[in-house]
């Protein structure tokens, strides 16, 4: 188990208990982390002590926000290809419509900077499609 120690707002960790009780004869003291959430905080030694903040949220472009949501790839024409069939047939597909309203306006984003609050996808892509070739089907 990693021990940290401090000395004169230096930090030291060490795992061998021999290193440990020697700096300790030295005045070097145990220094343990505060608790904190891995998940979301980090926790870094500075200026002598521990400071615990907050993880920031990673930026995505939209695309790479697309792909995220399982829309990446040819996904997205696939769909394309799903819509002009359900229009030939003078269907619609709820899930369809939604993602497609998704779709363009994260394409009217993409010459956006990287952000960390882009919108969900208001369905997976395998639920879409389900939907869409069912309606197709029936």
């Given at each position: 188990m990693k021990i940290y120690l401090t000395l004169d707002k230096q930090l030291r960790p060490e795992t061998d208990p021999a290193i440990i009780a020697n700096l300790e004869r030295k005045g070097w003291v145990p220094a343990p982390?505060?608790?904190?959430?891995?998940?979301?905080?980090?926790?870094?030694?500075?200026?002598?002590e521990w400071v615990v903040s907050s993880i920031p949220a990673r930026a995505f472009t939209a695309e790479e926000w697309t792909a995220a949501q399982g829309?990446?790839?040819?996904?997205?024409?696939?769909?394309?290809?799903?819509k002009l069939r359900l229009d030939a047939a003078a269907k619609s597909s709820p899930k369809l419509v939604a993602?497609?309203?998704w779709l363009d306006a994260m394409i009217a984003s993409g010459l956006s900077p990287a952000a960390s609050n882009w919108p969900a996808a208001p369905h997976s892509f395998e639920e879409t499609l389900t939907e869409t070739l069912a309606t197709l089907n029936s």
């Open positions: 982390q505060p608790d904190f959430d891995p998940a979301a905080q980090q926790c870094e030694w500075g200026d002598g829309y990446g790839g040819n996904r997205s024409t696939t769909l394309l290809y799903q993602v497609q309203g």
